[in-house]
């Protein structure tokens, strides 16, 4: 059973910088294609960015291009998402995704739990 554990949320102010985790298991998700959504208060959960399990290609909204990071470590089981120049608006929850490929990552195969990332004006 594929399991996906969400770290790295709090309480910022903005113009900081957050990393969030997510560690996965088992071992085959090394072959998925990861992600990361966020689910703003009040609003739709929408995908931030993915990245496939070789590391390329990846994806990103438009919103977070040139500010956001998403990486994985494979033979650590672990998918980040660099957070830099955080704004109010970022608030949300964010939700760590496993699915087959980038392109497809809007429907993923797997979720997990979230983590709450609060940005303070």
């Known amino acids: 059973q594929v399991q996906l554990q969400e770290s790295g949320g709090g309480l910022v102010q903005a113009g900081n910088s957050l990393r969030l985790s997510c560690a996965a298991s088992?071992?085959?998700?090394?072959?998925?294609?990861m992600g990361w959504f966020r689910q703003p208060p009040g609003k739709d959960r929408e995908l931030v960015a993915a990245?496939?399990?070789?590391?390329?290609?990846?994806y990103y909204v438009d919103s977070v291009k040139g500010r956001f990071t998403i990486s994985r470590d494979n033979a650590k089981l672990t998918v980040y998402l660099q957070m830099n120049n955080l704004n109010p608006e970022d608030t949300a929850v964010y939700y760590c995704?496993?699915?087959?490929?980038?392109?497809?990552?809007?429907?993923?195969?797997?979720w997990g739990q979230g983590t709450q990332v609060t940005v303070s004006s």
């Open positions: 990245i496939s399990w070789t590391g390329r290609p990846t």
């Open positions: 088992p071992r085959t998700i090394s072959t998925y294609a």
């Open positions: 995704a496993a699915g087959s490929m980038v392109a497809t990552m809007s429907t993923p195969d797997y």
